[in-house]
Structure formats: C-alpha cells, structure tokens
C-alpha cells in the first residue's frame, strides 16, 4: 500500500478566470465538493491518509478549507512556494528523505484511479517510476505516449493525428521511488522534461492505463464538461 502522496496545486488557474480572480483552482467545486476534496477522498478510499499540498496562489484559502484533514480522516501537511518551482522543484526537496515509493498528482484533473491495481503493476514491473495515462479523442491536444508493451518510450507532444504513436495521453498521477527525484536540478524544474524524458530510455519507466474516469479542468471548457459529466466516486 502506498502511504503517502503529494499533490501539485498551486497553480495559478489563469485559464479559467475570472472564476479563480478570488478563489484557487483547487477550491473551484465540481458536484458541490471541491476538485482537491474529491482528489484526496479518492486517496482515502485506497488507503492513502498521508497527504501533502504544494500550494501557492491563495495558499491561505485551501489551508483554511483543509486544515489538517482532520475532518476527512487524513493527514495534510503544506509545502508552501512562495516563488515558482516547476512541476519538480518542490517536490525534490519534499520527497528527498522518503524510504518508500510515493504517489504524485496533478490538483486539478477530476479522477477515480485505482491506486490499489497501479501499484501491483508497478511492483509486477520493478518499476523505478509508472505513470497513468488515459485515452483521448482529441491527440493533437495532448501529449501522447509511445509504448512497447507495458514500457513508456517516450511521449510525443501534441503529435498530428496520422503521426501519434497511441491515443494515451500522460494522466498526471505518478508513482514514484525513493530518490528518483535526485536527478532533478536544484531549484524551479520540469518533473516532464527534467525527470520522466529523460529516464524512460533506461526501460524503468512503465505505464497503467485507466479506464474509468478522467477529466481535466485547466480550461473553462474542460472545467464546465467535468462539472457535467462527472459522476463521484463508486
């Protein structure tokens, strides 16, 4: 069982104002919860009560909201970044003491992942990291992954239709090992390019596919489709 996770959630949300002009992205509801409660009851129900924020843009406002997740049954500790680090930074100097393999999420992608099956493909595969990715209609809008069997080769962004190696688009839910997040640069880094490009060439990097449900909402567009289509956790 995987204990602990962290969630990247200080974006600042420019896309979808003026809805994040007085609230954080995290905090925008969907099915009258917030996008980061529905992220982090997901992780209860597999088993995951250690959560840690990185939060920025109106840090205040989600630790108000969250507290010490006392009142959903968890553990929430905040890394606060007061200047930009990338999809890597913070998480470098977080993750640099811990013996176990970790989970990693994007904060704004509406998900009901199974966490439980991830992991035994990780574990199955000796993975030194496994990323979830999701099929898309749409792959010139992503960035798609190539594959060999179960192995993640590279992914290609945003690829013309006729050129895209699969339909599966990078998930934002990550497990990671201890100390994989070394190779990162000290200070602002792009986990993507820093990290995930540059270790799959070693054969360590492997995929799972979800199939149930995924929703982005870093768009008005994307963010007004979840609030519709989304159907809670079974």
Known sequence: MIKR?????GGLGERLRPLTDNTPKPLLPIKEKP???WIILNLKK?????VILLISYKAEQIMGY???GSKLGITIEYFIENVPMGTGGGAKIISKDFKEPFLMLNGDNMADFDYNKMLDLHKRN???ITIALYP??????????????EKLVRFIEKPKKEE?????NNAGAYIIEPHVLDMLPEGKSSIERDCFE???PDGTVFAYEHKSQWFPTDTMERYQKAEKEWKGLQ
């Open 66 to 68: 969250f507290g010490d």
């Open 164 to 168: 895209a190696p699969s339909n599966l």
């Open 5 to 9: 996770a962290l969630i990247l959630a």
């Open 136 to 149: 898309v209609e749409d792959v010139t809008q992503f960035g798609i992954a190539q594959l060999k069997g």
């Open 35 to 37: 996008i980061l409660e």
């Open 126 to 128: 000796n993975a030194k």
């Open 198 to 200: 540059k270790i799959c």
């Open 46 to 50: 597999h088993g995951i009560k250690h």
